[in-house]
């Protein structure tokens, strides 16, 4: 589980993240979604280490995180933009990842056959097409078994046979009870994939709870509908 507490963050004078509550359970897919500039990846890169709160906590299974690195392995993270050494070759990279986790235990062989990846590991990252890069992130994300999942924007770039894999991919591992973090400016996505919704606005959570309650709420069938009705008071 991961708990987030009166977490802030500032840039400057800019505040990022205002008072964020949050726990995120196992089993389930959370959504984090808002507006460009809501702080979404501020509050992802915080759970990962890569942004130290001005205030707050945050835990991971009850551990602090900034106290202890190692928590790091316990995830599989796929950013938004594949970004990994331009020389290197798909399987390199792959072998890099590995070292750096000190493990030899690698899925791979499922997600290479259905994304069709065999025959591009050997090439370099450079010189593969976006939507191939992606497929590598994905592969780099979930073949180290991560009992925590963080998916910043995943689909962006996948081709339709490739992202369906891909959402399949998601609920087999909500099944095993893996906890999973997802972004996505596609509310569709979010509505096939998730079970908890946090919608970020301006810093603040304005609205934390199930897809289905939210839809209630907002009487509304389409996620996208419910969410433009929050924006839409917030806005009054």
Known sequence: MISVKKLDKKFGK?????????????????????????????????ILGLVRPTEGII???????GDDYLYRKRIGYMPQMANYPENLTGNEILSLIKSVRNTEKVSAGKILSSLKLESQMDKGFKNLSGGTKQKISVLIAFAFDPEIIILDEPTAGLDPVSSSFFKDLVLMEKEKKKTIILT?????????????????????????????????????TRLERAIAEIMSQDDR
């Open 14 to 46: 800019n505040l990022v993240l205002k008072n964020v509550n949050l726990t995120i359970e196992p089993g389930k897919v959370t959504a984090i979604v808002g507006p460009n500039g809501s702080g979404k990846t501020t509050l992802i890169k915080s």
């Open 59 to 65: 835990e991971v299974d009850g551990k602090l995180v």
């Open 184 to 220: 996505s400016h596609l509310m569709n996505e979010v509505q096939e994939l998730s079970d908890e919704i946090v919608f970020l606005m301006e810093g603040e959570i304005r609205y934390k709870g199930t897809i289905n309650s939210l839809l209630e709420d907002k009487k509304e």
